[in-house]
């Protein structure tokens, strides 16, 4: 490759590393958010013997925690547009 072809090519696999790991960023956005509030409904069900109503509650609070994350990517993604 001619050096022209190898700084184009560098180029390219910056920017494909870069839009990679914001990608990957959002998904362990949402990962994060959906277990921690699992993980504290099951051990507050342990705790208070509650089982399962906390950790449904917990569920459901993590995918409100799942929405709020795709929201706020989705509106900057609309912005960057």
């Keep these: 490759m001619t ?9 390219q696999f910056g920017r494909s590393v870069r839009a990679m790991s914001d990608y990957m960023g959002i998904g362990l956005q949402i990962a ?21 109503f906390l ?11 799942m929405a709020l994350v795709l929201m706020k990517v989705v509106r900057e993604a ?4």
């Design 55 to 65: 950790l449904l509650a917990g569920v459901v609070l993590g995918m409100f925690g």
């Design 78 to 81: 609309n912005k960057k547009k």
């Design 32 to 52: 994060v958010s959906f277990a921690v509030f699992v993980l504290a409904g099951y051990w507050a069900d342990g705790k208070f013997g509650t089982s399962p």
């Design 3 to 11: 050096k022209p072809d190898e700084e184009r090519f560098s180029d």
